[in-house]
């Protein structure tokens, strides 16, 4: 059991935020510009007006919403009132999203209705033809009672931002402020939704006390300062986004600037007008601005921190960052949805082999080893499976006691499905995935997510996906298709149906027509062939 402490409960540490430096900028979005004291008395409204529509502690609140310093106020303020937390991937489509809302039995869901020309209040309803009432706003998710858009709305079942802020003003202050007291650390502050090996999404369970430990010392180990101006590149419903972009600077006292959607020449822009200091990403960021003709257009000299994972970092890349964009400091790091977001961080002071060639070290408190099939840990040097045992492991995943049995073993280790190998010196280098698993552009992709889909066109028999190298987004999907017999599906037919099934980083970028596939003897297709 975790003591109880002023600061370990994320809603008490804005509040201590607040206190401490309550004049600092908190976040900077567009024209909108909030010191720690403003973000803090917005929380607070938010959470007021939660209150007021009745959800008690514990109760789920979705966001659905690209980032912005609203999701950011909605975010902490479900938070302030006990409510458990559950970002949603923007990308995802109706029956996704319905899916998570579904599964963590979600009350209230907060959307940005429109971003990148999406509906996304129809996806909710494409459910079945009912009528929504303000009752019962989508009729296949009966636990959903509200749903509040970022901006301004005409549908009467549904609150818009500004509506939805003035539910406060018939709950008193008091009342929140019994709310936050009443957190524990130990609490569940939220269920971010990851995958398993079979491609269902699964809600892992991680507590105030554990986020807020593991991204002190992320905040630690890559040296955040206060004075810091962090660009959030990275989407708040990522575990990289919402735990080591809005948690850390946070923790830190540091300022926020939230990018609703990557471009290179906004995000540039924004570097040079706000003098950005830390500017971490996947992979595909760096390429992405590193290939861009307008990048010498743009003064990029204030970034002394980049820090990027989530998927295989090429040393020549490293090597570019310092020396065509001049940041001072590049980290890599490692880390599962299910342990916080971190397991290992390279330090900054680390030899800049080990930086370009490893994902660092264990961050404070936790262990990370390398398991062979049988269950033992090997020794320096082998390659295994890359298993992590510590605070930072998820509790375990939402009302699914044998998914996560399948992944924690009875000695507490999470078993994450990499292969790695160490050191001697404790620095993790990831050499394969044991999983089918695919990272596009720091996203996971699960095959067998993607093959139910094409399975359902209907020239389609049988279909195997699995990665393929791609120059900006590490690897992106190719999908091999058996045709129905007599049937000729055209690659572009086959990926437009993807498309519209499906968030765009599970799209295939390739579709290969094929008679049959490579299998085992007992029929099981052999990936390994297909890469």
């Known amino acids: ?13 804005l509040r201590a935020a607040a206190r401490e430096a309550g004049e600092r900028e908190a976040v900077i979005d567009g024209d909108l510009r909030l010191t720690y004291a403003e973000l803090s008395a917005r929380v607070d409204r938010f959470g007021r007006a939660v209150l007021a529509r009745g959800l008690a502690p514990g109760s ?52 940005d209705d429109g971003f990148l020309g999406n509906g996304y209040l129809a996806m909710l309803r494409d459910a079945d033809d009912a009528e929504p009432t303000p009752q019962q706003p989508v009729p296949a998710l009966p636990d959903l009672k509200t749903i509040v858009t970022i901006d301004q709305t005409d549908d009467e079942a549904v609150f818009d931002w500004d509506t939805f802020d003035q539910l406060a003003d018939s709950v008193p202050a008091a009342e929140l402020d019994r709310r936050v007291e009443a957190l524990q650390p ?3 502050s939220d269920i ?12 892992a369970m991680t ?30 419903f990522h575990s990289f986004g919402y ?3 809005l948690l850390a600077t946070l923790i830190r006292r540091a300022t926020l600037l939230p990018q609703a959607v990557f471009d290179v020449p906004t995000t540039l822009e924004l570097i040079e007008r706000e003098r950005v200091t830390v500017l971490p990403g996947a992979p595909t960021i760096y390429t992405s601005i590193l290939d861009h003709p307008l ?6 000299s204030s970034v002394r921190l980049a820090v990027t994972g989530a998927a295989v970092v090429p040393v020549t890349l490293i090597e570019r960052m310092r020396e065509e964009l001049g940041f001072e400091t590049v980290i890599t790091a490692y880390g599962l949805t299910e342990t916080c977001g971190t397991a290992t961080v390279c330090p900054p002071d680390a030899p800049i082999e080990k930086i370009s060639t490893t994902c660092g070290v264990a961050i404070p408190g936790v262990e990370v080893g390398i398991m062979d099939r049988h269950g033992a840990l090997l020794p320096p040097g082998q390659d295994g499976e890359v298993v992590v045992r510590g605070y930072n492991v998820m509790v375990g995943y939402y009302e699914d006691p044998e998914g996560t049995a399948a992944v924690i073993d009875r000695d507490g280790w999470l078993h994450t499905g990499d292969v790695g190998r160490l050191d001697d010196d404790g620095y993790l280098t990831i050499t394969d995935r044991i999983k089918d698993m695919i990272v596009v552009g720091g996203f996971n992709v699960y095959p067998a997510e993607v093959e139910r889909v094409l399975a359902r066109h209907p020239h389609v028999s049988e279909a195997a996906v699995v990665g393929m190298p791609d120059e900006r987004l590490g690897e992106v999907g190719h999908a091999y298709v058996i045709p129905r017999p007599g049937a000729t599906p055209s690659e572009t037919d086959l990926i437009a149906f993807c498309r519209a099934n499906l968030a765009n980083f599970k799209v295939p970028r ?9 299998r085992t003897p007992s029929g099981k297709v052999q990936k390994f062939k297909l890469r």
């Open 60 to 111: 789920r609140v979705a966001v659905w919403a690209p980032n912005s310093a609203r999701w950011i106020v909605a975010a902490l303020g479900a938070l302030a009132a006990g409510c458990i937390l559950v970002p949603l991937n923007t990308r995802f489509k109706g029956a996704e999203v319905r899916y998570a809302l579904a599964r963590a039995r979600v009350s209230m869901v907060v959307l």
């Open 1 to 13: 059991m975790t003591q109880a402490g002023p600061d370990l409960t994320i809603p008490a540490c």
């Open 295 to 300: 990048r010498s257009d743009y003064d990029v």
């Open 186 to 188: 130990d609490d569940i």
């Open 192 to 203: 971010m939704f990851t995958s398993g090996t079979t491609g269902d999404p699964k809600g």
């Open 243 to 245: 735990r080591a972009g």
């Open 207 to 236: 507590t105030h006390a554990v986020n807020l430990r593991v991204d002190r010392a992320w905040a630690d180990m890559v040296g955040l300062r206060s004075d810091d101006k962090y660009l959030l590149v990275n989407p708040l």
């Open 510 to 518: 390739k579709v290969t027509l094929v008679t049959d596939l490579p």
